[in-house]
């Protein structure tokens, strides 16, 4: 039996993440998502241009693009959905996380 993958991706943050590596001065792969150590709740995402697959990650490929999951994320974002939502007043990626316990107030950063 496959295992599911690490994260999945809507149709939304497909077409970003096609449209921000089409537009990178640099010649990327795909996007690297990561957690890192800050805010009031402790954790939050991070993503990133990646050129090429660091030792250990993961590689989610769907939707034709590709994301690499940071190896010391993969605990904290398994079972993710990554949305892009973009309003009058922000744009960005979202997270769907089963694992988070909670977000701070602003939703800047997780717990889980």
Known sequence: ????????????AAERVK?????????VQ?????VKTRGCSG??????YADEPKRFEEVVEQKGVRLFIDPTAVMFILGS???????????GFTFE???EKGRCGCGESFHV
Do not use: H, Q
């Not at 039996?1 to 939304?12: C, G, I, K, N, Y």
């Not at 954790?43 to 990133?48: D, G, L, Q, R, T």
């Not at 949305?83 to 744009?91: L, N």
């Open 19 to 27: 449209a921000l590596v089409a537009k990178s001065d640099e010649p």
């Open 1 to 12: 039996m496959e295992r599911p993958p690490v994260v999945t991706l809507t149709d939304a």
């Open 81 to 91: 959905e990554v949305d892009y939502k973009e309003d009058r007043f922000t744009s």
């Open 97 to 99: 996380n089963p694992n």
């Open 30 to 34: 795909g996007l690297r998502i990561g």
């Open 43 to 48: 954790m939050s995402y991070s993503v990133e």
